[in-house]
Every structure is written in structure tokens, then in C-alpha cells.
């Protein structure tokens, strides 16, 4: 990667994402190449840009119209994709490898290794939304690299920050020279106060601390697998995605009035534990989630 543009957020280092991939798409293939897809059930952010992109119609009701020139397809359709490159062109694809809101699902390799191949062939900007996979939260620095496409632009932001307000749209030498002065900028952007905090994080994330995130990870999920009342256990590292019998905001609730908070992700219970949580905590926290599945049902 060759250049940075930090902002905010994350929706905001996707909107950097996606002004670059129109811009070298326009300058390219021409101006009515605009169309940027996305995946079904994928979450992008909550601007008007960046929940068109975001391909889960609930989050758009009441809001329309939103911005033009997104479509979504099912994760693994790549003859949608080439549907869409036949009939208008694609400017970019924007992806989370793990669909973190939409319920911790983990995009097929295969259909990965797919999409890298096409958006070679027809220079199709790839984007790799890594705002809540990113920093290490799947054992990986980020969680592409442990699939077989290597995208043109990374956006990250909530682990970078540690809980300071930081996002980053991180390029390839083939988007660098895209934006020209004047072309993006953000005011508090690059601020030296959440640059000193996003250096601090990224200091700590070397090969062992990465290697302890995906052992806690394996240490949870051996904790989960097979447990009464929970029939699936999903994700890497410590990003985690339980099916449970019960409703998962049931669980959330009675985890909460335990101590331990978890959140929702469509029906799925999710965690994501700070990732320098140490072990005995994790194992006590895991400990409780189990119970409070098991709790009341039948088996
Ligand atoms: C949270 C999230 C965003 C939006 O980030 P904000 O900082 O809330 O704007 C974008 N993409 C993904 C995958 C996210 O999880």
C-alpha cells in the first residue's frame, strides 16, 4: 500500500474509498462508469452514501432516496457481478471478508478468489471494508490476508483508535495519484491527538500479539461448540457469531444483567471483546454466555 487519507470514522474512510474508485473508474473507463457493488447483508455505515452501499434494505427504510449508483448481489453470485459489468460497467467492489452487522459471516474463499480474478480482468477497484476486521480483531492484521484476494484500498477504523475517533482509507500505488488538491480532506482529520492513539494500537498489534488473538479466539470457541443451547459457532479470532436457541437479544439481556456484555448481529448473539482481554477473563465471561444459553432450554 503507498498512501493514507485518514478521516473520522469508518463510514467516512468508506466514502474516501468510494469517491477514489469512481474517480479512477470515471478517468478510465469514462463517466457513466459509476456503479460500485456491494454485497447482501454486508454493512458499509450509516451515511446517506454509505447505507446505499450497505446491502440490508431495513437500514434504508424511511431514508430514501439514497445515493445512486449502488447495487448489491449475494455474496458467492459472480454471475451477477458479471451482469452488472456487462450492462453498465463496475467501478469498484466494496466487501467485508467477515460481515461483522450482518451476522458474522464468513465470505466463501472460493467466491473471494472469484471476485479477485474478475476485478483483474476488468480493472475493478476492490475494497476491502476492514472497520470492524481490521487492527488484528481476527487473529490476522487484517482479515484478508488470510483469503486469496488482495484489495486495491483497505478502510479500517473502530480498532484503530482504541476509542478515539480515527478512520483510514489505506491505497494501492494503482489509486494514489487518483485525488488530485482539493479533490477529498477532512478538518479533523489526521489530528496528532487520535494519530498518537492509532500509533499506540498499531505498535502492540506485532505476530505474538496477533498469535494470542487467534488463541483466545480457538480457546472460545471450543468453549461454545456443542453447548446446550447454542447450534453454531461462526467467526475468527475474536470476532464471534453465536447461533443460539434462544433469541439472541434474550441472550445479550441476561448475559448484561450478569456483567457480561455482548451485542446482537442480525439473529445471531456477536463478541468482540477487547482483543487484549486476558484469557481468564475471557474463559470467565465465556463461562456465563454458556450458562445463560443453556438456561431454559431443552436439551
Ligand atoms: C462500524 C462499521 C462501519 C461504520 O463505521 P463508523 O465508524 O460507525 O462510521 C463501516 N463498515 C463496517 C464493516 C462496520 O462494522
New binding site residues.
Given amino acids: 500500500m503507498s498512501k493514507v487519507f485518514f478521516g ?7 466514502e474516501c474509498a468510494i469517491k477514489l474508485a469512481r474517480k479512477y473508474a470515471a478517468k478510465k473507463k469514462g463517466p457513466d462508469c459509476f456503479t460500485v457493488v456491494s454485497l447482501k447483508n ?6 446517506l452514501t ?1 447505507l446505499a452501499a450497505t446491502g440490508q434494505d431495513h437500514y434504508h427504510e424511511l431514508f430514501n432516496p439514497l445515493t445512486p449508483g449502488f447495487v448489491s448481489v449475494e455474496p458467492g453470485d459472480i454471475a451477477a457481478l458479471k451482469e452488472i459489468e456487462a450492462a453498465s460497467g463496475i467501478a469498484g467492489v466494496i466487501f ?1 471478508c467477515i ?3 450482518g451476522g458474522v459471516n464468513v465470505i466463501d474463499r472460493a467466491f473471494l478468489s472469484e471476485l479477485a480474478e474478475f476485478a483483474a480482468e476488468k480493472d475493478i477497484v476492490l475494497i476491502a ?5 481490521g487492527n488484528g480483531r481476527t487473529g490476522r492484521l487484517y482479515s484478508y490476508m488470510g483469503t486469496p484476494v488482495t484489495p486495491d484500498i483497505i ?1 479500517t ?2 480498532g484503530l483508535g482504541g476509542g478515539l ?1 480515527i ?1 483510514a482509507a489505506i491505497m494501492n500505488e494503482k489509486l494514489s495519484g487518483v485525488f488530485g488538491f482539493g479533490d477529498h480532506g477532512s478538518t479533523f482529520g489526521g489530528n496528532p491527538v487520535c494519530c498518537a492513539g492509532a500509533i499506540t494500537v498499531i505498535d502492540r498489534l506485532d505476530e505474538a500479539f496477533l498469535a494470542s488473538v487467534a488463541e483466545k479466539g480457538r480457546i472460545l470457541r471450543k468453549i461454545f461448540e456443542g453447548a446446550d443451547g447454542i447450534e453454531s459457532v461462526r467467526g475468527e479470532g475474536l470476532m464471534i457469531g453465536l447461533k443460539t436457541q434462544k433469541p439472541a437479544g434474550e441472550v445479550v439481556k441476561q448475559c448484561l444483567e450478569r456483567g457480561v456484555m455482548c451485542l446482537t448481529a442480525k439473529d445471531k448473539v456477536r463478541l468482540l471483546p477487547p482483543l487484549n482481554t486476558p484469557e481468564e477473563i475471557l474463559r470467565e465471561a465465556a463461562e456465563i454466555i454458556k450458562a445463560v444459553c443453556a438456561e431454559g432450554t431443552a436439551d
Fill in positions: 473520522n470514522s469508518g463510514a467516512e474512510a468508506n454486508s454493512f458499509h455505515g450509516r451515511t454509505t467485508e460481515q461483522g452487522e471494508d476492514e472497520v470492524q476486521t478502510t477504523a473502530k475517533p478512520g
